[in-house]
């Protein structure tokens, strides 16, 4: 017993002895059925997990911006092309209604020109609003492409809900756009567009003006024996001016004959909504060799 005291006396065996049941206690618990953590355990966890947040987060945010800036060019990308093709259904879900009679003509042609044959493959451009003049006596917007994309006076311009008017001028950067709102057939630098109805090939008439207390487009000139009825969807003729075809103008929301009973005018609520644009398609002609 002496000599027992006399061993715990030594420090350091006395450590390693605690330190040796301690170990054969913890490889016990650790090694039998449990359900849950000891809080040991739950602690250095916790630590283990706290510290990798820390670190990983940030690490994790800087990876997450740099990989969002990489995708942001493709995502625009792919949000142009989205918006072009949307301009592109509304106009072609037109443009395949009338195919059946034009493949008629086009079989009986056999001398078609190239102009002929490609007179009718636009191109389309997105252009940003930049600025819009209120003025009641100039309605017009600026939008931030120009001859730079190859923008001409002239060039039809689009929402995807329908036509909102014409390219007047165009800089080095940037293109002003007289809206279909400043219309007024007594000004002789209105230029009016020529329409039709989708599906009744027999109905012509010119848009000259635009009643801003309506809100209503005037499509004017209409032949008395024409087919023209209220729900009608009037899209551009393009047979004036170079004008594009198949450009979505609005719906017939009454006819009446005109002054003189010669002729029909129609009242044509516009599809597009001439408020708050963001963004714009230009329509791009295809070249014509001279």
């Known amino acids: 017993?002496?000599?027992?005291?006399?061993?715990?006396?030594?420090?350091?065996?006395?450590?390693?002895?605690?330190?040796?049941?301690?170990?054969?206690?913890?490889?016990?618990?650790?090694?039998?059925?449990?359900?849950?953590?000891?809080?040991?355990?739950?602690?250095?966890?916790?630590?283990?997990?706290?510290?990798?947040?820390?670190?990983?987060k940030p690490a994790s945010s800087v990876a997450g911006f740099f990989k969002d800036l990489a995708n942001m060019r493709t995502v625009y990308q792919e949000n142009e092309e989205l918006r072009i093709a949307m301009g592109h259904y509304t106009r072609d879900r037109l443009k395949y209604n009338d195919m059946e009679q034009v493949n008629e003509q086009l079989q009986k042609?056999?001398?078609?020109?190239?102009?002929?044959?490609?007179?009718?493959?636009?191109?389309?451009?997105?252009?940003?609003?930049?600025?819009?003049n209120s003025d009641p006596n100039s309605r017009t917007i600026n939008i931030d492409i120009g001859e730079n994309a190859g923008i001409k006076a002239g060039m039809a311009v689009t929402s995807q809900e329908g036509l909102v008017?014409?390219?007047?001028?165009?800089?080095?950067?940037?293109?002003?756009?007289n809206l279909l709102t400043s219309m007024d057939a007594n000004d002789p630098t209105s230029n009016a567009i020529a329409a039709t109805a989708v599906g009744k090939e027999k109905v012509f008439g010119m848009i000259e003006s635009y009643d801003p207390k309506s809100g209503m487009l005037?499509?004017?000139?209409?032949?008395?024996?024409?087919?023209?009825?209220?729900?009608?969807?009037?899209?551009?003729?393009?047979?004036?001016?170079?004008?594009?075809k198949y450009m979505r103008i609005g719906e017939v929301k009454s006819v009446e004959k005109?002054?003189?009973?010669?002729?029909?005018?129609?009242?044509?609520?516009?599809?597009?909504?001439?408020?708050?644009?963001?963004?714009?398609?230009?329509?791009?002609?295809?070249?014509v060799k001279e």
């Open 109 to 132: 042609a056999l001398n078609f020109t190239e102009e002929q044959k490609n007179r009718y493959n636009y191109g389309s451009r997105i252009a940003q609003v930049i600025s819009a």
């Open 258 to 287: 005109s002054e003189y009973g010669l002729t029909k005018t129609a009242t044509i609520k516009p599809y597009a909504s001439f408020l708050d644009w963001k963004e714009l398609i230009v329509i791009i002609p295809p070249e």
């Open 1 to 56: 017993m002496v000599e027992l005291f006399k061993l715990l006396g030594n420090k350091r065996l006395f450590v390693l002895l605690v330190g040796l049941v301690t170990f054969i206690a913890l490889m016990g618990f650790t090694l039998g059925p449990r359900t849950a953590l000891s809080w040991p355990e739950k602690f250095l966890k916790d630590s283990v997990g706290f510290v990798q947040y820390v670190f990983y």
């Open 165 to 177: 008017g014409v390219v007047s001028h165009v800089s080095s950067y940037t293109s002003t756009v």
């Open 218 to 244: 005037k499509m004017t000139k209409i032949s008395e024996d024409s087919d023209i009825q209220k729900g009608d969807e009037i899209i551009s003729s393009g047979i004036i001016n170079n004008f594009p």
